[in-house]
Every structure is written in structure tokens, then in C-alpha cells.
């Protein structure tokens, strides 16, 4: 499989992905909130919610794809390939969410365009061979993300109370979705390797458990703040997570050819800041039911 055939399904994954998310931030606004700690009646809440489960059901789809994507190409190009997804939610966030979207974020829109096309034009004929794990680097990695996140629980819990809770959940959920992404590489890097033996009893238990933690503290976010701001958090870490690991834990540098290795940079620099741009001037509207509990919700702790 081509690099372009993988971001083209990376792209077509995560527009399915994104559009379920729209989904799910339109139903969890009336499903119960989420607390820390396990409660079988909010779960069943969720599960029991068509509008939710439809959403699901896409988003799925939109992750089948992305499997796909990444089984056949390094992690930090699929990766910020996934930063088009957020072109969909904009759209979606001011047609369904009814979220104002400014003049800036379009042009936000056009830079990770721009630095998707440079991604794929930045592709080295050497990047499709198999570079082994470094499962020490990754447990470090792991364990850094780790302590980022106690880092902002803490601080919102105890030393800040009042930092604003849309913002840490969207950066939580990018850091547990970007080790996310490193376990599911190094799942496939481990199958490739024939090692299935530490594929599915290892890395496939943390892959499915990141993405379920990750999926929860989305839902929170968005019972709490608006869907583009949360997203586009998550997106800037979650990419960012994805690419500095892989780096370190997994042999995936810049090409060897300046001009490549250039574009590539490029690529990254347009991706990311054009995801930052959302993130910091993501819609003005604020979200179903937010306006009449706008008390209840700074007073809740995650």
C-alpha cells in the first residue's frame, strides 16, 4: 500500500470518526455526567441512547479504516493525517451544533490541507521498512504521558479549581489517545515481527483500554464545553504524543533527504498550528443545556 493510499484512508477515517463524535457530543449534553470511578447506570445510559450508539457505530467504521492506515504506514505521517477530521467538525459544528466558526479557523482549515499534501509529497521510499520496537523507550513514554495527566488532574482538583474544564479534558483525552495510537503501532510492529504472542496479550489489552479511558474522558468534556474546543485539543496532544513517540520509541525519523526531510517539518508546523488555531478561536456558541447550567458546571471536578 502507497503512503497516499493510507493518508487517503487515514482521511476518510477520521471524517467518519469526527462525524460520530458531532453524534456523541449531541447526546451525552442529556446523558448523565461522568465521574471518576465506575457507575453501571451512567454506562448503561450511554449504551442505551440510539442517538449515542449511532455515533458509535460510525465511529467504529471511521477507526476500521484508520487500522488499516496505520498497519501500512508510519504512525507519525497517519497521525497528523487525522487533523483533516477537524474540517468535518467545523463544518458540522456550525450547521448542526450551531457553534460560530471565525474567518481565522478557516484559514486554519486550508493550512492542514496544505500540510496534509505535504506529508505525502514528503515520503521516503525507505519509511516502508520495518524498524524494530524499542519496548523500553515506549514504557518511558508511557509513563511521561502518565504523569502529565496526574499532573492536570491534580491541578484542577486541587491547586486550580477554577482552570477551565473543557480545556483539561480535551488535552487529557489527547494524551491518552496519543499513547493510544502507539499501542496500536506497536501491535501491528509486533505482528509484522511475528511476535503474536505479545500482540494480543500485551499491547492489543492496552490498546483497547486506552481508547475506552480515552473515549470516556471525551464524554466528559463534552457534557461540559463545546465539541470543537474539546476536539481540537485533543487533536494538537494526541498528534504531537503520536509523533515525538514514535520517534523515540519506534525509529520513525525525518527522511534522510533534506528537502524532504524540509517538507516534512513543513508539514507538521502547518498541521499543528492549524489545529492550535481551532483549538484557541474553536466556536463562540456555547453547547445544548450549557447557558442554564453554566454555575453547575464550573462547580463539577473530574
Keep these: 500500500m502507497t503512503i497516499w493510499i493510507a493518508i487517503l484512508l487515514s482521511i476518510l477515517g477520521t471524517t467518519c470518526m469526527d462525524s460520530g463524535l458531532v453524534l456523541w457530543k449531541k447526546a451525552a449534553v442529556n446523558l448523565p455526567k461522568i465521574q471518576l470511578g465506575f457507575n453501571p447506570q451512567t ?37 497528523p493525517a487525522l487533523g483533516f477530521g477537524l474540517v468535518i467538525l467545523a463544518l458540522f459544528s456550525v450547521f448542526y451544533l450551531k457553534e460560530q466558526v471565525k474567518p ?48 492536570f488532574i491534580l491541578l484542577q482538583k486541587y491547586l486550580v479549581p477554577n482552570m477551565n474544564l473543557e480545556v483539561v479534558l480535551g488535552i487529557a483525552t489527547g494524551l491518552v489517545m496519543g ?19 505479545l500482540a494480543f496479550a500485551f499491547f492489543l489489552p492496552l490498546v483497547i483500554a486506552a481508547n475506552f479511558v480515552g473515549i470516556a474522558i471525551m464524554q466528559s468534556g463534552f457534557q461540559r464545553g463545546k465539541a470543537l474546543i474539546v476536539v ?71
Excluded at 515506549?138 to 502529565?148: C, E
Excluded at 499513547?179 to 504472542?197: E, I, R, V
Aim: hydrophobic share 55%.
Design 232 to 302: 481540537s485539543l485533543s487533536a494538537v496532544i494526541n498528534k504531537i504524543v503520536a509523533i515525538i513517540g514514535a520517534m523515540i520509541s519506534m525509529g520513525e525519523h525525518l527522511p534522510e533527504d533534506p528537502l524532504l526531510a524540509t517538507g516534512r517539518i513543513f508539514a507538521f508546523v502547518f498541521i499543528l498550528f492549524g489545529t492550535v488555531l481551532l483549538a484557541r478561536f474553536g466556536g463562540e456558541g456555547k453547547p445544548d443545556n450549557q447557558d442554564n447550567k453554566e454555575k453547575e458546571v464550573k462547580n463539577v471536578k473530574f
Design 104 to 151: 481565522r479557523e478557516w484559514v486554519a482549515v486550508a493550512m492542514m490541507i496544505l500540510g496534509i499534501a505535504l506529508l505525502g509529497l514528503s515520503t521516503d521510499p525507505s519509511e516502508a521498512e520495518q524498524v524494530a520496537l524499542q519496548g523500553y523507550l515506549l514504557l518511558m513514554v508511557s509513563i511521561v504521558v502518565g504523569l502529565i495527566i496526574l499532573l
Design 179 to 197: 499513547l493510544a495510537a502507539l499501542y496500536t503501532k506497536a501491535f501491528f510492529n509486533c505482528l509484522d515481527g511475528g511476535d503474536s504472542l
Design 43 to 79: 454506562l448503561w445510559a450511554f449504551l442505551t441512547s440510539r442517538l449515542w450508539m449511532l455515533g458509535f457505530g460510525i465511529v467504529i467504521t471511521g477507526w476500521s479504516l484508520y487500522l488499516i492506515a496505520v498497519a501500512n504506514a508510519p504512525i507519525s505521517i497517519i497521525q
